[in-house]
């Protein structure tokens, strides 16, 4: 037999072999890339704020549960810091800074890199307690507000921004001007939003302060406990869903 018909038919198989294998590799190499593409078209939702928002801020782990278990499955929680625990499962990613003064935040531009590190679609921000606190007037925190608002539309000129009417402070466990600071401040929030707000880039206002009881509702008089974590959760669960479409 010809030496050339002979290798024809030991390449053959082979052949359908070589086929097969790269039909698995294909099929292998398609799931990672299919998940990467799922992770890359699910919304990005960023929460922004203080010690409130990521101290641990176990509302957020009840948001998260609330939403997987309502069918919103391509969600993507987002921010520069990691989980801190709670006990639920759920993407614990964050921009809850303890400490941190929206002014300052505002006022040395670091929202910026937040944003271009974790490019968020959504942001939910309950962000001020530490500026009442500090005696900080109400017209310069809006204007921090405003600040914010501005550098997230120059990252993404859609971003949908749900901003809360901060949760109440008890005078007595924490400044005496803290109680009338709030509320100063959680009065003035719908004007201003309503100011903000673009068809583009709506500026939701979301009242995390009705009904929430700094005696029932946190351990310390500033910071919720389990009961105002469900709170918290159950108030941005429905203007959140609102904007996921």
Do not use: K
Request: net charge negative; aromatic share 6%.
């Amino acid at each position: 037999m010809p030496r050339s018909r002979t290798l024809r038919r030991i390449l053959h198989p082979l052949t359908g072999l070589g086929t097969a294998i790269a039909l698995a590799l294909a099929v292998l190499g398609a799931a990672p890339a299919a998940a990467a593409a799922g992770q890359q078209d699910a919304t990005r939702i960023m929460p922004l704020g203080d010690s409130i928002t990521g101290s641990p801020g176990c509302w957020r782990a009840l948001l998260w549960d609330a939403l997987r278990e309502s069918g919103h499955t391509g969600l993507d929680f987002v921010g520069t810091l990691p989980p801190q625990g709670c006990g639920i499962d759920h993407d614990g990613d964050n921009e809850g800074h303890g400490g941190y003064l929206v002014t300052n935040v505002a006022n040395q531009g670091l929202l910026v890199g937040w944003l271009q590190a974790t490019d968020p679609d959504v942001v939910l921000m309950h962000f001020g307690t530490n500026d009442v606190w500090s005696g900080i007037p109400t017209a310069t925190i809006l204007d921090a507000y405003g600040t914010l608002v501005a550098q997230m539309r120059a990252h993404n000129s859609e971003m949908r921004i749900l901003v809360a009417q901060i949760i109440p402070m008890d005078p007595a466990r924490s400044c005496a001007g803290c109680g009338d600071g709030v509320q100063r401040l959680n009065a003035a929030i719908p004007d201003w939003a309503a100011a903000e707000n673009t068809p583009e880039s709506p500026v939701i206002v979301v009242d995390q302060w009705t009904g929430f009881d700094t005696g029932a509702h946190t351990y310390d008089g500033v910071h919720p406990n389990a009961a105002g974590d469900r709170l918290i959760a159950e108030r941005w669960f429905p203007a959140l869903t609102s904007v996921l479409g």
